[in-house]
């Protein structure tokens, strides 16, 4: 029978679910984009959650979950040079991709932390995409946004859902 200190050693050396996802897109991060930019509609994708921002110049936005910033230039284009853009990510890898995207872009800045909480307040609009679906209480951590954002503001959700379209449906009935 295991005395306790080893079944706390074993439970401690047991690595915490957000570790996991940190490794796995720091491990992927450099095959993240192609696989993104094989994926049928997801460019499309890209520019009309931007768009349903309704973002002006020299507002500031966030992007909870940024990646590899592969969002990170449609919000920028649409705030200007006098806006704010933010990526937030926790994981490091895919942060080093999305450095090196932006790095022509000054008003583009990004932070490591967790989102479901950032370190900010007091911002136009939110975009997560592919995100809310992480998260052990998802509507808790949207609301969290909807806070950041308060009234007036703007929040974009952008997340995998069962096709209802039968072309779709036939090929992947899942």
Do not use: K
Not at 88 to 93: I, T
Not at 149 to 170: I, Q
């Amino acid at each position: 029978m295991p005395s306790d200190s080893s079944v706390s050693a074993q439970r401690s050396s047991t690595p915490s679910p957000s570790a996991v996802a940190q490794s796995f897109y720091t491990r992927w991060a450099t095959l993240y984009d192609t696989i993104a930019r094989r994926t049928p509609g997801v460019g499309r994708l890209r520019h009309d959650a931007a768009d349903a921002l309704g973002v002006d110049a020299g507002d500031t936005v966030v992007e909870m979950g940024c990646g590899t910033g592969a969002n990170l230039p449609y919000l920028a284009d649409r705030v200007g040079p006098e806006g704010t853009v933010v990526g937030v990510d926790f994981a490091p890898g895919v942060l080093d991709v999305a450095r090196d995207r932006m790095a022509a872009s000054p008003n583009v800045h990004l932070v490591r932390a967790d989102a479901t909480r950032p370190p900010l307040t007091d911002v136009d609009a939110v975009l997560a995409t592919f995100v809310s679906g992480m998260f052990a209480d998802p509507a808790d951590v949207v609301s969290s946004w909807a806070d950041l954002v308060g009234p007036g503001g703007r929040l974009c959700l952008v997340d995998l859902a069962r096709t209802t379209d039968p072309t779709w449906r036939a090929l992947n009935p899942v």
